[in-house]
């Protein structure tokens, strides 16, 4: 990869935004040439489209214009003065000049006004080589400031520096807007403000706090947005201006952001949220844009370890002894034990190619189906409920759809927090008159927050999802408020009988419910009937809805309530789960369960199994294989003994630590590939180091089916992406792998999986992102599913039965902890913890509700003990009006807090997804740590001591 000097560009800013989808084109005349636009082009837009850059400072074309700095200024044939072309809206026939000695002159003057209160300091500012002003300056051809420079001016403004990631230099800042309006518009933080007036008027983060103090979120739009180094990213700070770009999508969360990864040499400068990203159209959250530290962080292992037990140290070794090592260990011990005493997990983070090789090396090579994803414990339960009504595993919009909801359902979901730039999305269309159901025991942001309100929150008590939605229902069907004739032409006849009856039940009226789910029966019925009475009503939920005892039920109780009010099929409505990690939807497309092929094709089908055993000459077991849960109940029986983990940390993330954590230490082999010395990988015998998405290419499936480019921006840094190190161990086991590219693995699975027939890297070149299916029947891909006929043919209605969990309160147990994210971090933190998002978030914490805290004599900032039957942990109490009386709340971020202690194996009926989101518990003052934690702390340092060992030079092979 070429490190040569190469001249820098931004993207394209044509000015204003593109005008509201319209056909109609008109004609007019730009500086004598005629041009063609939509209607509703501003001038300022017609003019950059067709190649004329007027000069601008106070537009932007992801922002609404707003004509404050007057340099855009045009002649137009017939209009005195002249007009800001960035408010003017093209009309047919008109004449425009943009360029005169009347208006160089006024632009001129309009500049040297900025720039007498301006500093000199071009040559040494981070932004010289990327600032408008300064291209501007030039633009306008100003030559000299007649004011001079010793009036009256804002150049001693001190600076912001306490944002990790961004500074704010007021003494630069030309009162733009800018940032203000991206904040109000992109974003919808509303964190700034232009106090003052006139010569007075500055930029203030909420009340003239530093941004670190104010309600700034730092998703860095407003970076973005400024025209001038007022507000500068650190990375450009300290790198200097980038030299190259690449286009890549997000390894965070499910919203699946594309950014312009902007580099110089191997060093990535700064993530620019990409203008064409088909699910963030330019905008971001703090993760994306700025918590990429963590891939060249210090704690990067770069070299494969092994060693024969996890009590002694590690050594390090070349790859191709490693891979013997890992290869002969794992032949060893099916010779041993058996076929099936060995099993693999793939990874939510790791791309659909390095999925697909995982699975694919369990069953050619290991020859079992034993292999899982983490989906199992989170989304399972929506892929069961899914694909059992509507006939599709996956959601049915696009992100882009939520613009034509006119009542919006969030249950379980706290979108501002774990999908921000899809939350921003929705509070664009809350604030523009969209109405608001939250179904959720915690008031989160959504319930309300700037120029947002719910109409109705129900705060059902934790583990009451079912009652609810069936509530729902059964006010929409007894009120006869039901999509009567979508029922009769698109769902099963049979189905909805069986279901009206059950749902008429006055057992599930909301009066009778009330007393188990704490929900006012009024509260449910106005919010049915609002549901009901809007044109498009879309339903999105997340991890609160899944993560039960009987999440499935709730998935197949969302789909009745979609279904009964005709909600499915067209823009604006749908069922949307909001997938957590960045690559879980495309996990579980290529095959991770162990009961089903990619394509979700199940292992009992002869033809499916023919299918793929003659592309890769095996013969496939037509058994399915063990979930997680099972191979950790096996392994602790003794009767599973290797397994190989792709980028999990289910020694965090899994329920009940007692229990993994047992299960992995009775393994006699387990290969961990991951970037860092995870929890799960103190137990490993084998690691192979993995690559951060920086450092492969492939492909990441969002949470709208969207399969966007992951491209190589810099060299892996151990020598190997995470697709060679699976072929490498596949190899080594005996078994043949030999792709020279991640684009043959995606050939091969389009030729295997009919919904990805239509999809290669040529397609997501030319396209951008495919959304599937992608096949003959849709060969740019499907943006909506269910038009005109569900996947399955009828919408089937299924009988959805509310049956209490049995994780109950009792007089030893009284709360309810019930466990969500935080938006500085993402799940197990393996990451985030590895960058600057500690300043928002560097411990997890008890939120308890004052009434609790006081009967405990619990204080803000006390420790407090959190036992359940499961174990017990120590946490920081915050006090908190934002849960209910009865339920406490944690994040699982940081192994220390061991939010994963507590929680239990209660699981999903259907799916084994834990119950994560309801444990019985008991909170006490204490003063010292849980057992759990010294041991844990034990632990650790005596595995920082194998790692410290193995580096030390004379201990490498
Ligand atoms: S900080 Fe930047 S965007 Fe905001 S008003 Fe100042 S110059 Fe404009
Ligand atoms: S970083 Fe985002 S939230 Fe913070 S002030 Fe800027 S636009 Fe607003
Ligand atoms: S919203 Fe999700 S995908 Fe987008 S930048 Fe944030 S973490 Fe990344
Ligand atoms: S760009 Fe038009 S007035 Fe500022």
Same mark, same amino acid.
Request: net charge negative; glycine share 8%.
């Given at each position: 990869m070429s490190t040569a000097f190469k001249t820098y560009q931004r993207a394209k800013d044509l000015g204003t935004p593109a005008p509201d989808v319209g056909t109609k084109l008109i004609l007019l005349t730009i500086d004598g040439e005629q041009v063609t636009v939509p209607e509703g082009t501003t001038v300022l837009r017609a003019?950059?489209?067709?190649?004329?850059?007027?000069?601008?400072?106070?537009? $932007?074309?992801?922002?609404?214009?707003?004509?404050?700095?007057?340099?855009?200024?045009?002649?137009?044939?017939?209009?005195?003065?002249?007009?800001?072309?960035? $408010?003017?809206? +093209?009309?047919?026939?008109?004449?425009?000049?943009?360029?005169?000695?009347?208006? +160089?002159?006024?632009?001129?003057?309009?500049?040297?006004?900025?720039?007498?209160?301006?500093?000199?300091?071009?040559?040494?500012?981070? $932004?010289?080589?990327?600032?408008?002003?300064q291209d501007m300056a030039g633009a306008v051809g100003l030559r000299e400031v007649r004011y001079g420079y010793a009036g009256e001016n804002h150049l001693d403004a001190k600076k912001d520096t306490s944002n990790p990631y961004f500074t704010f230099d007021p003494s630069k800042c030309i009162v733009c807007s800018r940032c203000v309006r991206a904040c109000e518009e992109v974003q919808g933080t509303f964190a700034l403000t232009i106090q003052g007036r006139g010569f007075e008027s500055k930029v203030s983060p909420s009340q003239n706090q530093p941004f670190l103090d104010s309600e700034c979120v730092s998703c860095g739009a407003c970076v973005q947005a400024c025209p001038t180094a007022t507000l500068s990213e650190v990375g450009l700070i300290e790198k200097g201006v980038p030299e190259r770009s690449v286009i890549t999508t997000c390894a965070y969360c499910g919203v699946g952001c594309s950014f312009r990864a902007e580099m110089k040499g191997q060093e990535v400068v700064r993530m620019v949220p990409n203008k064409d990203g088909q699910a963030n159209h330019g905008h971001s959250c703090v993760k994306g844009r700025f918590s990429f530290g963590y891939a060249t962080h210090k704690d990067r292992i770069k070299k494969p370890m092994i060693r024969e037990t996890i009590h002694e140290p590690w050594r390090e070794v070349s790859w191709d002894e490693a891979f013997t090592f890992a290869a002969n260990k794992i032949k060893g011990i099916q010779a041993k034990y058996g076929k099936g005493s060995v099993g693999g997990i793939t990874s939510s983070r790791c791309t659909n190619e390095e999925t697909y090789l995982v699975q694919k090396l369990v069953r050619a090579a290991f020859g079992n189906n034993n292999v899982d994803t983490c989906a199992r414990v989170c989304h399972s339960p929506t892929g069961f409920g899914l694909k059992a009504t509507l006939g599709e595993s996956a959601g049915t919009q696009s992100f882009d759809s939520v613009m034509k909801s006119d009542v919006i359902v969030v249950i379980g979901a706290n979108p501002t927090d774990a999908h921000p730039v899809f939350a921003s999305q929705m509070k664009r269309r809350l604030r523009e008159g969209a109405n608001l159901i939250v179904l959720d025991p915690r008031e989160i942001d959504l319930v309300r927050s700037a120029h947002v309100e719910a109409d109705y929150h129900l705060q059902l008590r934790p583990s009451t999802n079912v009652a609810v939605v069936n509530a729902l229902a059964h006010v929409i069907m007894s009120e006869g408020l039901e999509a009567k004739q979508f029922i009769a032409e698109r769902c099963d006849n049979d189905g909805f009988k069986a279901w009206k009856d059950f749902i008429l039940d006055p057992v599930n009226s909301p009066e009778h419910v009330f007393e188990e789910t704490g929900v006012p029966p009024e509260v449910v019925r106005g919010a049915a009937r609002l549901f009901a009475s809007k044109p498009n009503g879309a339903i999105y939920y997340g991890l609160g809805v899944t993560e039960h005892s009987q999440g499935s039920t709730t998935v197949m109780a969302i789909a009745n309530l979609a279904m009964c009010t005709g909600n499915i099929g067209r823009e604006g409505v749908g069922v949307n789960p909001l997938r957590g990690q960045n690559n879980v939807q495309g996990s579980c497309d290529m095959g991770s369960f162990p009961h089903e092929l990619p394509g979700y094709r199940h292992v009992s089908d002869a033809a499916t199994r023919a299918l793929f055993g003659n592309e890769w000459g095996v013969q496939i077991d037509a058994n399915p294989g063990m979930r997680i849960p099972n191979m950790f109940d096996a392994a602790v029986a003794g009767t599973f003994k290797a397994m190989y983990i792709q980028g999990e940390d289910v020694a965090q993330s899994d329920p009940d630590t007692h229990h993994v954590t047992n299960a992995l230490s009775s393994l006699e082999c387990m290969i961990v590939q991951d970037i860092f010395l995870n929890e799960t990988a103190k137990f490993a015998t084998v690691f192979l180091p993995g690559s951060s998405f920086l450092e492969k290419d492939g492909t990441f499936t969002n949470a709208e089916r969207r399969i966007s480019p992951v491209r190589k921006v810099m060299e892996p840094l151990a020598g190997l992406a995470d697709w060679e190190v699976t072929q490498r161990l596949a190899q080594a086991l005996g078994y043949p792998m030999s792709y020279t590219h991640p684009r043959e693995i995606m050939d091969e699975i389009a030729r295997l999986t009919p919904t990805f027939t239509g999809v290669s890297y040529e397609k997501l070149d030319k396209l951008g992102s495919i959304q599937w299916p992608c096949n003959d029947k849709a060969v740019n891909g499907t943006p909506t599913m269910h038009i005109g006929e569900f996947v399955r043919g009828k919408g089937l209605f299924k009988v959805t039965p509310y049956v209490p969990t049995d994780e109950v309160t009792t007089r030893k147990y009284p709360l309810l902890l019930t466990t969500g994210r935080i938006l500085s971090q993402y799940n197990v933190g393996a990451q985030t913890r590895r960058t600057e998002n500690g300043k928002w978030h560097d411990e997890d914490v008890l939120e308890i509700h004052p009434h609790d805290a006081e009967q405990r004599g619990i204080e803000d900032g006390d420790w407090v003990g959190l036992q359940s039957r499961a174990g017990e942990t120590v946490l920081r109490a915050v006090i908190s009006e934002r849960i209910q009386p009865g339920v406490v709340y944690t994040t699982f971020h940081h192994p220390f807090s061991g939010a994963n202690v507590v929680t239990t194996d209660n699981s999903d009926w259907a799916t084994n997804c834990p119950e994560y989101k309801v444990t019985a518990v008991q909170a006490s003052k204490v003063t010292k740590l849980s057992d759990w934690q010294l041991k844990f702390a034990k632990f650790t340092e005596e595995q920082l001591g194998h790692l410290n060992r193995a580096r030390q030079p004379e201990n490498v092979s």
């Amino acid at each position: 990869m070429s490190t040569a000097f190469k001249t820098y560009q931004r993207a394209k800013d044509l000015g204003t935004p593109a005008p509201d989808v319209g056909t109609k084109l008109i004609l007019l005349t730009i500086d004598g040439e005629q041009v063609t636009v939509p209607e509703g082009t501003t001038v300022l837009r017609a003019a950059a489209l067709n190649g004329i850059n007027i000069p601008k400072l106070c537009a $932007t074309d992801s922002l609404e214009p707003f004509g404050s700095c007057r340099l855009c200024l045009v002649e137009i044939e017939g209009m005195k003065g002249l007009p800001a072309s960035c $408010t003017t809206e +093209a009309k047919a026939g008109m004449k425009v000049t943009t360029q005169n000695a009347k208006v +160089a002159k006024t632009r001129r003057n309009v500049m040297e006004l900025y720039i007498s209160d301006h500093p000199l300091d071009c040559l040494t500012c981070p $932004t010289n080589g990327d600032c408008e002003l300064q291209d501007m300056a030039g633009a306008v051809g100003l030559r000299e400031v007649r004011y001079g420079y010793a009036g009256e001016n804002h150049l001693d403004a001190k600076k912001d520096t306490s944002n990790p990631y961004f500074t704010f230099d007021p003494s630069k800042c030309i009162v733009c807007s800018r940032c203000v309006r991206a904040c109000e518009e992109v974003q919808g933080t509303f964190a700034l403000t232009i106090q003052g007036r006139g010569f007075e008027s500055k930029v203030s983060p909420s009340q003239n706090q530093p941004f670190l103090d104010s309600e700034c979120v730092s998703c860095g739009a407003c970076v973005q947005a400024c025209p001038t180094a007022t507000l500068s990213e650190v990375g450009l700070i300290e790198k200097g201006v980038p030299e190259r770009s690449v286009i890549t999508t997000c390894a965070y969360c499910g919203v699946g952001c594309s950014f312009r990864a902007e580099m110089k040499g191997q060093e990535v400068v700064r993530m620019v949220p990409n203008k064409d990203g088909q699910a963030n159209h330019g905008h971001s959250c703090v993760k994306g844009r700025f918590s990429f530290g963590y891939a060249t962080h210090k704690d990067r292992i770069k070299k494969p370890m092994i060693r024969e037990t996890i009590h002694e140290p590690w050594r390090e070794v070349s790859w191709d002894e490693a891979f013997t090592f890992a290869a002969n260990k794992i032949k060893g011990i099916q010779a041993k034990y058996g076929k099936g005493s060995v099993g693999g997990i793939t990874s939510s983070r790791c791309t659909n190619e390095e999925t697909y090789l995982v699975q694919k090396l369990v069953r050619a090579a290991f020859g079992n189906n034993n292999v899982d994803t983490c989906a199992r414990v989170c989304h399972s339960p929506t892929g069961f409920g899914l694909k059992a009504t509507l006939g599709e595993s996956a959601g049915t919009q696009s992100f882009d759809s939520v613009m034509k909801s006119d009542v919006i359902v969030v249950i379980g979901a706290n979108p501002t927090d774990a999908h921000p730039v899809f939350a921003s999305q929705m509070k664009r269309r809350l604030r523009e008159g969209a109405n608001l159901i939250v179904l959720d025991p915690r008031e989160i942001d959504l319930v309300r927050s700037a120029h947002v309100e719910a109409d109705y929150h129900l705060q059902l008590r934790p583990s009451t999802n079912v009652a609810v939605v069936n509530a729902l229902a059964h006010v929409i069907m007894s009120e006869g408020l039901e999509a009567k004739q979508f029922i009769a032409e698109r769902c099963d006849n049979d189905g909805f009988k069986a279901w009206k009856d059950f749902i008429l039940d006055p057992v599930n009226s909301p009066e009778h419910v009330f007393e188990e789910t704490g929900v006012p029966p009024e509260v449910v019925r106005g919010a049915a009937r609002l549901f009901a009475s809007k044109p498009n009503g879309a339903i999105y939920y997340g991890l609160g809805v899944t993560e039960h005892s009987q999440g499935s039920t709730t998935v197949m109780a969302i789909a009745n309530l979609a279904m009964c009010t005709g909600n499915i099929g067209r823009e604006g409505v749908g069922v949307n789960p909001l997938r957590g990690q960045n690559n879980v939807q495309g996990s579980c497309d290529m095959g991770s369960f162990p009961h089903e092929l990619p394509g979700y094709r199940h292992v009992s089908d002869a033809a499916t199994r023919a299918l793929f055993g003659n592309e890769w000459g095996v013969q496939i077991d037509a058994n399915p294989g063990m979930r997680i849960p099972n191979m950790f109940d096996a392994a602790v029986a003794g009767t599973f003994k290797a397994m190989y983990i792709q980028g999990e940390d289910v020694a965090q993330s899994d329920p009940d630590t007692h229990h993994v954590t047992n299960a992995l230490s009775s393994l006699e082999c387990m290969i961990v590939q991951d970037i860092f010395l995870n929890e799960t990988a103190k137990f490993a015998t084998v690691f192979l180091p993995g690559s951060s998405f920086l450092e492969k290419d492939g492909t990441f499936t969002n949470a709208e089916r969207r399969i966007s480019p992951v491209r190589k921006v810099m060299e892996p840094l151990a020598g190997l992406a995470d697709w060679e190190v699976t072929q490498r161990l596949a190899q080594a086991l005996g078994y043949p792998m030999s792709y020279t590219h991640p684009r043959e693995i995606m050939d091969e699975i389009a030729r295997l999986t009919p919904t990805f027939t239509g999809v290669s890297y040529e397609k997501l070149d030319k396209l951008g992102s495919i959304q599937w299916p992608c096949n003959d029947k849709a060969v740019n891909g499907t943006p909506t599913m269910h038009i005109g006929e569900f996947v399955r043919g009828k919408g089937l209605f299924k009988v959805t039965p509310y049956v209490p969990t049995d994780e109950v309160t009792t007089r030893k147990y009284p709360l309810l902890l019930t466990t969500g994210r935080i938006l500085s971090q993402y799940n197990v933190g393996a990451q985030t913890r590895r960058t600057e998002n500690g300043k928002w978030h560097d411990e997890d914490v008890l939120e308890i509700h004052p009434h609790d805290a006081e009967q405990r004599g619990i204080e803000d900032g006390d420790w407090v003990g959190l036992q359940s039957r499961a174990g017990e942990t120590v946490l920081r109490a915050v006090i908190s009006e934002r849960i209910q009386p009865g339920v406490v709340y944690t994040t699982f971020h940081h192994p220390f807090s061991g939010a994963n202690v507590v929680t239990t194996d209660n699981s999903d009926w259907a799916t084994n997804c834990p119950e994560y989101k309801v444990t019985a518990v008991q909170a006490s003052k204490v003063t010292k740590l849980s057992d759990w934690q010294l041991k844990f702390a034990k632990f650790t340092e005596e595995q920082l001591g194998h790692l410290n060992r193995a580096r030390q030079p004379e201990n490498v092979s």
